[in-house]
């Protein structure tokens, strides 16, 4: 009777294999943000979005009803990241396997003013690479791209 309940309970418990952790970045640029990610440098590829480190519910003075970025993704509601704020991505997500990592930025301005079909063909967007080193380590800083190379 013991072993069977010795097995129920370790068949209860989850393994060190099925614990997420989010990642915590920081948004560095001086625009509040809506901030998607792909493993793909392709906008219409977006798959996942980053969150919020702070109770958006909490600031009832900004909308974002009127705002319809990417559909289809993990998201349950349009979420923007203030500037010098923190949000979340999930570790699995984050590399999956791979060693970079897309963020798509677009301002909460532009996203209020613009459809999402005039964001992507204008280019009313930019990127932020994060790539992981040899040892696993990476930037958490969210910026804009450098160099006009990059913000292509």
Same mark, same amino acid.
């Given at each position: ?22 990642? !915590?970045?920081?948004? @560095? ?13 392709? !906008? ?78 204008? @280019? ?16 958490? !800083? !969210? ?10």
């Amino acid at each position: 009777m013991l072993s069977i309940v010795s097995c129920f309970m370790a068949s209860c418990t989850s393994s060190t294999d099925d614990v997420r952790q989010d990642v !915590i970045f920081k948004n @560095g640029t001086e625009d509040t943000l809506f901030i998607a990610a792909s493993h793909y440098d392709d !906008i219409d590829s977006v798959d996942f979005q980053l969150f919020p480190d702070y109770d958006m519910l909490a600031n009832g003075s900004v909308y974002t009803d009127d705002v319809s970025l990417w559909s289809g993704i993990n998201a349950q509601r349009e979420c923007f990241v203030y500037p010098d704020s923190a949000c979340l991505v999930d570790d699995y997500y984050l590399f999956n396997d791979k060693d970079t990592c897309y963020f798509f930025l677009v301002k909460l301005s532009d996203a209020k003013m613009f459809s999402w079909h005039e964001i992507r063909t204008c @280019g009313l967007y930019q990127r932020c690479v994060i790539t992981k080193n040899r040892k696993g380590e990476f930037d958490r !800083i !969210i910026r804009y791209a450098d160099t006009a190379e990059d913000k292509k």
